[in-house]
């Protein structure tokens, strides 16, 4: 391995807790460096329905821990969302907040762990380092086998009037500590397991083929690949299937360590407009985009595609970018995710304006190997309005 041609740094979680049962953990594991006394939890519909919330304010309150909870954290949270829970509790204290849920549960719970200790606005903090003090500390505990969010240091927010998602990127955004419990993943739908199942994925192969590239993010993503590819199909057609559901959600989780090392790049940069503008959920986005800026970035990447067409198992003739393009289509087919934008309302006329805003993400686009052009973006997007 030649020396790396740039500096990088990594940062994670201190704690993470894994394996099926290990949400049971979560009254012993809590060894922080303050006494807690009142939690926040926060969470969404379907983990109360399973039972998980409950298991969460038992083992809390077990410990003398008064617990508050938000049980209505929206998809794809809102600038306004977020503001309207943290006026919730503007004059509460709390000692500990935890996320529980999928991605959205799991970003608004860091976001509303800087602004209960911040004066600033959630738009405040938009971009990188715009967090000035640490937050409440955090638990994050992952119901999907997506976002990776568990251990990342970003959160996203969708900003309707602007018809965009941006990122908050702060090492205050960090957990104190990470519960990866498959148990949690078992009744996810079929739909929800291949749309985060491929934005894992998505997380992975960018970070890989990212200009931000380094050593420590290229091992989470290969390893990320490695899981994934030979998991997403087995755990979609049986959300029973334990092992593969544990090997999901530590492939998300790797993915999420390899973007906090390197950054995604175009796809995701492209998927922002269409959840910000068209409620498109950002795992679809990203799946639909997935193979052709792939396409589009071979000419640079090749010899990366290469590598990851060897981390996903493909042999022969196929252990190229051709062959790592040519599987994720045919996973988006066995996983029946749609491939035609007017399914969800986008038209032609819509394109221009979709490209626009994609440019606006220049932390993103500035990592894809390939520069694009404004012209490029819209072609992308035309491929899928056949």
């Not at 030649?2 to 990088?8: C, E, H, I, L, W």
Request: proline letters at 5%; hydrophobic letters at 40%.
């Amino acid at each position: 391995m030649t020396a790396s041609s740039q500096t990088y740094q990594f940062q994670t979680a201190p704690q993470i807790i894994g394996g099926a049962g290990a949400l049971g953990r979560l009254g012993e594991a809590l060894r922080l460096d303050i006494p807690v006394r009142n939690a926040l939890v926060m969470s969404q519909p379907s983990m109360f329905k399973q039972g998980f919330v409950t298991q969460v304010q038992s083992q809390l309150e077990k410990r003398g821990i008064v617990c508050a909870v938000i049980r209505d954290v929206m998809p794809e949270p809102t600038a306004d969302h977020i503001r309207d829970l943290c006026g919730r509790f503007r004059d509460s204290r709390f000692d500990l907040i935890v996320g529980l849920g999928g991605g959205s549960a799991l970003d608004v719970a860091k976001l509303i762990s800087v602004l209960l200790t911040n004066e600033q606005d959630v738009e405040e903090m938009l971009g990188v380092d715009k967090v000035e003090k640490p937050g409440i500390p955090t638990v994050l505990i992952p119901s999907t086998a997506g976002t990776g969010s568990e251990v990342t240091p970003n959160a996203i927010v969708t900003l309707p009037d602007q018809e965009l998602k941006i990122g908050v990127v702060s090492r205050y955004l960090l957990p104190r500590l990470v519960i990866l419990d498959p148990l949690l993943t078992r009744e996810l739908p079929h739909h929800h397991t291949a749309a985060t199942g491929m934005d894992a994925f998505t997380h992975a192969i960018e970070s890989y083929i990212s200009n931000k590239a380094n050593p420590i993010s290229d091992t989470f993503a290969l390893e990320s690949i490695r899981l994934i590819s030979r998991n997403i199909l087995a755990a979609y057609r049986d959300g029973g299937d334990m092992a593969a559901r544990e090997r999901m959600l530590l492939g998300s989780m790797y993915g999420g360590m390899a973007l906090t090392g390197s950054g995604t790049a175009a796809v995701h940069a492209l998927a922002y407009p269409l959840g910000g503008k068209f409620n498109i959920p950002h795992g679809v986005a990203n799946s639909m985009l997935l193979p052709h800026v792939m396409d589009f970035n071979k000419a640079e990447a090749g010899e990366r595609l290469r590598d990851v067409a060897e981390a996903m198992g493909l042999e022969g003739a196929s252990r190229n970018a051709e062959g790592v393009i040519r599987q994720i289509e045919q996973w988006t087919r066995e996983l029946a995710i749609p491939q035609d934008l007017r399914t969800f309302g986008v038209s032609g006329e819509d394109v221009p304006a979709l490209a626009q805003a994609a440019m606006k993400v220049t932390r993103l686009m500035q990592n894809n190997p390939r520069a694009m052009t404004v012209e490029d973006v819209e072609a992308v997007y035309r491929l899928l309005l056949p």
